[in-house]
């Protein structure tokens, strides 16, 4: 079965760090773009950062830069984000999301949940 599967969400205090990883089922993210996204309740997803398949060239959303890293792994079946110095803005449930234009081939996880909170 063709799917992605995130894990490593959980309950943390402010300040400190999660590792999120994405790990793909049934095939490899070579190829892939991958990002992941974030959304609270009543909200839009909004991106949080995203590896680039062509050149593994990273991007951040401004609220999150300095603070977290994505990554993927040599075997490239599993891509990570870790999260350092954590904010209660930053509980949501994380997404993780592949994409292969060249295929017009795109998949999702089913979510992880991050709560930051003392």
């Known amino acids: 079965q063709v799917q992605l599967v995130e894990s490593g969400g959980g309950l943390v205090q402010p300040g400190g760090s999660l590792k999120l990883a994405c790990a793909a089922s049934g095939f490899t993210l070579d190829y892939y773009t991958i990002a992941w996204f974030r959304q609270t309740p009543g909200k839009e997803r909004e991106g949080v950062s995203c590896?680039?398949?062509?050149?593994?060239?990273?991007y951040y959303a401004d609220s999150v830069r300095g603070r977290f890293t994505i990554s993927r792994d040599a075997a490239v079946t599993a891509v990570y984000l870790q999260m350092n110095n954590l904010k209660v803005e930053d509980t949501a449930i994380y997404y993780c999301?592949?994409?292969?234009?060249?295929?017009?081939?795109?998949?999702w996880g089913q979510g992880t949940q991050v709560t930051v909170s003392s």
């Open positions: 999301y592949a994409q292969r234009l060249a295929y017009n081939t795109d998949y």
């Open positions: 590896i680039v398949s062509s050149d593994d060239s990273t």
